[in-house]
C-alpha cells in the first residue's frame, strides 16, 4: 500500500480528475463476468486495486484507508467512476456500515475493521430486517444476551443483500425488553462464519437470490464488537452519515442517463421510435431521467453552497426509486411479448429489461418502503402531523 | 450549473415577496377578476419604478439593468405564488424577446425602452403551440406600394386587450416576418375570450386589411419567434413552480388544522402520501425549472435553450397541475367553493398548461431534440 498522497492534494481539481482518470484507463477492471462467482471475484480484485492505490474511500479518513477529500472532489471522483463503468464494492457495508464505524467506533474498531471493508478482504451485509419487523424495525426480536465479555445472539434477519458471499454481518439486536422498541437495540458487528450462524439464499421473484436469510443460534459475539454504547444502536442507525451518498446520487442519474440512451437506441433499432406514442412516451420518461441528474446536481450545489443538502436530497429516493420502475416497465411493454423472454435465442438483450422490472419491485420496498419514505417526507420535511396510532418514535 | 438561488437572488425573492404581499394579496387579485383591464396600473407602474422589474432582464442599452434569466425566474415564482395579474409574460419576455432576437435596430430602440421602464405594453400574436406540429395557419401579410396589410385571424394573444402594441407573425412571400400594428388601427379586431382563467387574459385577434409595419427582415423570423416562445415558456415554467408550491402550502397548511373523527385529517396516511409525492414533484419541477432559467441566461450551455424549454414546460406545467388539483381534493368542500382560492391556482395552472404549447407538444420537441423521433 502507498502511503503517498500527492495525487489526492493537487492544487487543481482539473488535474485531481485527470490523475483519477488515467488511474482508472490505466487500471481498469475489464469486463463483467457473467457468472455471479466471477463477478465477485472481480469485485473484490478491483477494490483491491483502488485501495493499494489510495483511490478508495473518497469521504473517509485517512487513518481508515479512505482518501479524506473535500466535497466537490467527492463529486468529482463519482462522476469520473461512473464515467469509467467501474465495478461498486461488493456487499453494503462501505456505504453503510463503514461511515457508522468512522463516526462512532473506537480508534482499535476503526484499525481492526475499516482497511479490510474498503479494500473488500471482507464482504459486510446487514442485518437490519426481520420477518416479524419491516417497516416496524423497532419490534425487532433478535436478542442479544451479555454473558461475560461476550453477547448470545439468537434470532433471524432477513434481507440482507449478499449476506451468501459475505464475512461479517452489521446487525440491529435487542438487549433490552421489547416493549422498550428503540430504546433496548444495540449495533454489533458480528462474524458470519462464526459457530451458530446459518445463512441460507432467499429466492426471489427475480428467480435469484440476490439476498440471504441469516439464522442466529446462540452466536456468541464479543462486546469489543460492539458499535457505541449498549441500548443506543437506534440512534447510529438512524444518523444521518455525511454527504458520501450526495455526491454519489450522481453515479446513480449517470447511470439511468445511460440506460435511456441505451433503451432510446433500441427503439429506433426496433422501428419503435418512429410510432409518435413511443417517441413521445419515452421523451416523457427521458425528460424525468434527466431530472434525477438535476435533483442530484441541486444537492450537491446545495451541499457545497451552504452545508445543508437541501430539499432534493429529501426527495431523490423516491423520486428515482418510482422512476427506475418505471423505465425497466416501460422497455417492457414496448417490446411486446418479446419483453416476457427473461432467456433463450430470441429474448431482447438476454432479457435484461424484464430483468430490470422484477428487480426494481424491490427499490420501493428495501431500504425503507415508499410508504415509509412518504410518511417520512410528509412528517419531517412537510410537518404534518404523527399518526395517534403510531408508536412515539 | 447554477441549480440553488444566489444570496442575491434569495434577497430579491424576500423583497419581491414582501411587496407583493402588499400589492398582490387575496383581496387585490379578487378585485381584477372582475376588472376589464385585468391588471391594476399603479402596481405595473411600481413595479417598473419601485423594484424595476419589467427592465431586469433586458440589456441596459435599452434601459434594462442587465441581469439575466435566473433573476427573472425568481420574479415569475413570486409571480406564481402570489397570482400576480400583470402583462408581464406579454409583454416583457415574449415580445421584448422577439424585438431582440430580430435584426432591426431602430425597433428595437424605439420600443425597447418603453417595455423596460413599464410605459408601453406590448403583446405577441403567433399562433398557440407555434413551432409545434399543430400550429395554425399564420395571418397573410401583403404588400402594397411599400405598404404591408395583414389579414388573418390568431386565437390566444395574451393580454392583446390593453396592449398598445402588437407585433404578429404573418406569412409573406419571403417566409415567417414580423410585423408592428399599434392598438387603434384599422381593421384590427380584438375580442377577449371567456378563459376560465381571469389571472390570465386572452383575445382572439382579427386582421383585416390591417396597416402594419415589417420589422426585421422580410422572412427568416421563425428562429426569432421560436426563442422567443422558448424563453416564455421557461418564465412560465417558474411561473408554475411557484403556483405549485403555493398549493402544496395551502394543503399542507389546511390538513393541519382541519380536524375530522377527532384528529387532524394530515395525520392520515391518505393525505400525508399526496402531500409527499407532491413535494417529490415540486422538488423536481423547481429543479428542472431552474436549470432552464440558467441555460436562458446564455451563462453556459446556450444551444440546450429548446430542450431545457421543452423540458422544464412539459413537467413543470404538469406538477402545477397535479398540486393544484390535489389542493382542492385535500381542502374537500371548502376547496370547491368559489370563496376559496384553490380555484384561482387551479384556473391558472390549466391555462399555463395548455397556452403556450401542451405537455405534450413540449414532450414531441423534447423526443426530437433528444435524438427519439426524427426531425420532420
Redesign the interface.
Known amino acids: 500500500m502507498s502511503s503517498d498522497y500527492a495525487h489526492l492534494d493537487v492544487g487543481d481539481d482539473a488535474e485531481f480528475r485527470a490523475l483519477l482518470r488515467t488511474f482508472l484507463t490505466e487500471h481498469g477492471p475489464g469486463k463483467r463476468p457473467k457468472d455471479p462467482a466471477g463477478r465477485l471475484d472481480w469485485q473484490r480484485r478491483w477494490q483491491a486495486v483502488l485501495f493499494d492505490g489510495r483511490w478508495a474511500g473518497p469521504s473517509w479518513p485517512r487513518d481508515c484507508g479512505g482518501m479524506d477529500l473535500p466535497f466537490t472532489r467527492q463529486v468529482i471522483y463519482s462522476e469520473e467512476l461512473a464515467r469509467a463503468r467501474v465495478p461498486n464494492p461488493p456487499g453494503t457495508g462501505v456505504g453503510i456500515a463503514g461511515p457508522t464505524i468512522i463516526k462512532y467506533g473506537t480508534d482499535e474498531q476503526r484499525a481492526r475493521w475499516l482497511p479490510a471493508l474498503l479494500r473488500a478482504d471482507q464482504v459486510w451485509a446487514q442485518g437490519y430486517s426481520e420477518p416479524e419487523a419491516g417497516s416496524d424495525l423497532p419490534s425487532l426480536r433478535t436478542t442479544a444476551r451479555r454473558d461475560g465479555d461476550d453477547y448470545v445472539v439468537t434470532g433471524q434477519k432477513v434481507w440482507s443483500t449478499q449476506a451468501q458471499i459475505a464475512d461479517v454481518l452489521f446487525a440491529l439486536v435487542r438487549t433490552g425488553t421489547q416493549e422498550s422498541r428503540q430504546n433496548g437495540i444495540t449495533y454489533l458487528v458480528l462474524d458470519l462464519h462464526a459457530p451458530g450462524v446459518t445463512v441460507r439464499p432467499l429466492r426471489d421473484l427475480t428467480g435469484g437470490a440476490a439476498f440471504g436469510e441469516v439464522f442466529l443460534d446462540e452466536v456468541r459475539v464479543p462486546v469489543t464488537n460492539r458499535i457505541g454504547a449498549e441500548n443506543e444502536g437506534w440512534r447510529l442507525a438512524r444518523t444521518s452519515l455525511g454527504h458520501e451518498r450526495a455526491a454519489g446520487a450522481m453515479i446513480q442519474a449517470s447511470f439511468y442517463q445511460r440506460v435511456f440512451g441505451e433503451l432510446?437506441a433500441l427503439?429506433?433499432e426496433r422501428g419503435t421510435?418512429?410510432d409518435?406514442v413511443w417517441?413521445?412516451r419515452?421523451?416523457?420518461l427521458?425528460?424525468?431521467v434527466?431530472?434525477m441528474a438535476?435533483?442530484a446536481?441541486?444537492t450537491i450545489?446545495?451541499i457545497e453552497?451552504?452545508g445543508e443538502p437541501?430539499?432534493?436530497s429529501?426527495?431523490s429516493r423516491?423520486?428515482n426509486s418510482t422512476l427506475e420502475q418505471e423505465l425497466h416497465e416501460i422497455a417492457v411493454d414496448m417490446l411486446g411479448p418479446y419483453g416476457l423472454l427473461d432467456g433463450g435465442p430470441d429474448a431482447v438483450q438476454r432479457g435484461r429489461w424484464v430483468g430490470g422490472f422484477l428487480r426494481t419491485r424491490a427499490s420501493t420496498i428495501g431500504a425503507g418502503t415508499a410508504?415509509i419514505?412518504?410518511?417520512t417526507?410528509?412528517?419531517q420535511?412537510?410537518?404534518?402531523?404523527?399518526?395517534?396510532a403510531m408508536p412515539p418514535r | 450549473?447554477?441549480?440553488?438561488a444566489t444570496p442575491e437572488q434569495e434577497e430579491l425573492r424576500r423583497s419581491l415577496r414582501r411587496f407583493l404581499q402588499q400589492v398582490s394579496g387575496r383581496e387585490q387579485v379578487r378585485a381584477l377578476l372582475t376588472d376589464d383591464a385585468g391588471y391594476d396600473p399603479a402596481v405595473w407602474h411600481r413595479m417598473a419604478t419601485e423594484l424595476g422589474l419589467q427592465g431586469l432582464a433586458l440589456p441596459e442599452q435599452f434601459g434594462g439593468s442587465g441581469a439575466t434569466f435566473a433573476e427573472l425566474g425568481v420574479v415569475f415564482e413570486e409571480f406564481g405564488r402570489a397570482l400576480v395579474c400583470a402583462p408581464f409574460l406579454s409583454s416583457v419576455v415574449l415580445t421584448g424577446h422577439v424585438l431582440l432576437a430580430v435584426d432591426d435596430p431602430p425597433a428595437q430602440a424605439r420600443w425597447l425602452p418603453g417595455i423596460a421602464d413599464g410605459t408601453l405594453l406590448a403583446t405577441l400574436a403567433v399562433p398557440a403551440g407555434a413551432g409545434h406540429d399543430r400550429a395554425a395557419p399564420l395571418p397573410q401579410a401583403t404588400a402594397s406600394a411599400g405598404d404591408w396589410r395583414l389579414d388573418g385571424t390568431v386565437m390566444f394573444v395574451p393580454d392583446a386587450q390593453i396592449a398598445q402594441l402588437l407585433l404578429i407573425a404573418a406569412r409573406t412571400p419571403a417566409g415567417t416576418s414580423v410585423f408592428a400594428v399599434r392598438a387603434g388601427a384599422t381593421g384590427l379586431d380584438r375580442t377577449a375570450l371567456p378563459n376560465i382563467d381571469l389571472t390570465r387574459r386572452v383575445s382572439r385577434v382579427d386582421l383585416h386589411a390591417t396597416p402594419a409595419e415589417l420589422i426585421g427582415p422580410q422572412g427568416g423570423a421563425d428562429a426569432a419567434l421560436q426563442r422567443a416562445l422558448q424563453l416564455a415558456t421557461v418564465a412560465l415554467a417558474a411561473e408554475q413552480v411557484g403556483g405549485a408550491q403555493a398549493c402544496?402550502d395551502m394543503a399542507?397548511g389546511y390538513?393541519?388544522t382541519r380536524e375530522q373523527f377527532g384528529?387532524?385529517i394530515?395525520?392520515?396516511?391518505a393525505?400525508?402520501?399526496q402531500?409527499?409525492?407532491l413535494?417529490?414533484q415540486v422538488?423536481?419541477a423547481?429543479?428542472?425549472a431552474?436549470?432552464a432559467c440558467g441555460i436562458a441566461s446564455g451563462e453556459q450551455d446556450p444551444a440546450q435553450l429548446p430542450l431545457a424549454a421543452?423540458?422544464a414546460g412539459?413537467?413543470c406545467a404538469d406538477a402545477f397541475v397535479t398540486a393544484a388539483k390535489a389542493n382542492v381534493q385535500i381542502h374537500g368542500g371548502i376547496g370547491f367553493t368559489w370563496e376559496h382560492d384553490a380555484h384561482l391556482y387551479l384556473k391558472r395552472a390549466k391555462s399555463g398548461q395548455l397556452l403556450l404549447g401542451t405537455p405534450?407538444q413540449h414532450?414531441?420537441t423534447?423526443?426530437r431534440l433528444?435524438?427519439?423521433?426524427?426531425e420532420q
Open positions: 432510446v427503439a429506433r421510435a418512429a409518435p417517441s413521445r419515452l421523451a416523457d427521458g425528460i424525468r434527466k431530472i438535476l435533483n446536481a441541486s450545489a446545495a453552497a451552504t437541501g430539499p432534493a429529501s426527495v423516491l423520486y410508504e419514505q412518504r410518511n417526507i410528509a412528517e420535511v412537510l410537518g404534518l402531523p404523527r399518526d395517534p | 450549473m447554477p441549480l440553488i402544496l399542507v390538513a393541519c384528529r387532524p394530515g395525520s392520515f396516511q393525505i400525508k402520501h402531500c409527499a409525492d413535494q417529490v422538488v423536481s423547481r429543479s428542472a431552474t436549470w421543452a423540458l412539459a413537467y405534450d414532450r414531441d423534447a423526443a433528444m435524438g427519439i423521433a426524427h
